[in-house]
């Protein structure tokens, strides 16, 4: 239970595949009470009434990418819990990868959305808590992003700058919060993930498989990194913030693997 009296908001629960899906569980199971939200039509999609019900939650619609409906949300959630000790940001959308755009050929009305949806929104959210003194002395934010930002992935396509800016707002904004409030702020760098955002990007199963053997761990499921976010929330990482912090299995840090060896090996025969 280390998350006893704890209460939050958990943004990005579409199904139970989501990684916000396996944190609002786990969250749930470890003590803490949290309000789940997402956007109006994930909403009409997705089955979150379920995890809800299951995690005895409210739900309250919100698209991060308008103002209007992140003031509220954030009001009731003060109104419900007074100050709040943890928040999940675990959003991606992208309509160029969606269109199948290529990165040579990209609709800049569709990423000024992408970039909104996907990284603004985390200093929307930020802002409005600051603004709002929403959060607890020693709180904890968490963003969720992939390895994209620092190295080449192709069908990324623009994901790759949206999450070079989510991360970039985790440290600046984290600064700020630190100094003013000491909350911290952090994104997880995560595994590919067999989920909704994850298997909307390009050649999804090779990127997985080429991910899970280059990685000495393999990769790192939904449930771990639900773990990993729920230590992120803990008392055990008060001193934790600014960082992008890796959680793929030492992905990021392995130039080549055995098992891609073996592999090149025989392409070079
Ligand atoms: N799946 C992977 O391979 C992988 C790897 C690394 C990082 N991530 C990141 O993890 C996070 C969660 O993704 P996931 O893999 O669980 O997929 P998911 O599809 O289950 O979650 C993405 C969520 O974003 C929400 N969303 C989209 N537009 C929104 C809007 N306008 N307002 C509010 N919410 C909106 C969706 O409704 C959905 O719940 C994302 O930031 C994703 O980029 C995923």
């Not at 800049?108 to 409005?128: E, N, P, V």
């Not at 969720?144 to 190295?151: D, E, H, P, S, V």
């Amino acid at each position: 239970m280390i998350l006893k009296g704890k209460k939050g908001i958990i943004f990005g629960a579409l199904d139970t595949k989501s990684i916000a899906w396996k944190v609002a569980e786990l969250a749930h199971k470890e003590g803490a009470e949290f309000i789940l939200t997402n956007a109006p039509i994930a909403l009409r999609m997705g089955t979150i009434n379920e995890l809800a019900a299951k995690t005895n939650s409210e739900v309250i619609p919100c698209d991060v990418s308008v103002q209007e409906d992140m003031t509220k949300l954030i009001d009731a959630a003060i109104a419900k819990f007074g100050q709040l000790d943890f928040v999940l940001h675990s959003i991606g959308m992208s309509l160029n990868v969606r269109k199948k755009n290529p990165y040579t050929d990209l609709n800049y009305d569709f990423m000024h959305k992408t970039l909104d949806i996907s990284a603004i929104s985390f200093h929307r959210l930020m802002q409005t808590l600051y603004q709002k003194d929403a959060m607890k002395e020693w709180g904890s934010i968490v963003g969720l992003t992939y390895i994209a930002a620092q190295r080449v992935f192709p069908d990324y396509n623009e994901m790759a700058e949206a999450k070079s800016l989510l991360e970039s707002f985790a440290r600046s904004f984290g600064y700020h919060f630190g100094k003013a409030k000491k909350v911290r702020v952090n994104t997880i760098s995560q595994s590919p993930t067999m989920t909704t955002a994850g298997s909307g990007v390009g050649g999804f199963d090779a990127f997985y498989t080429y991910a899970d053997k280059m990685s000495p761990l393999g990769n790192a499921s939904a449930e771990s990194c639900a773990e990993y976010c729920i230590s992120l929330f803990s008392d055990y990482t008060r001193y934790v913030t600014m960082q992008n912090l890796f959680h793929d299995g030492g992905f990021s840090f392995t130039g080549i693997s055995n098992d891609l060896m073996d592999v090149v090996a025989k392409i070079s025969e």
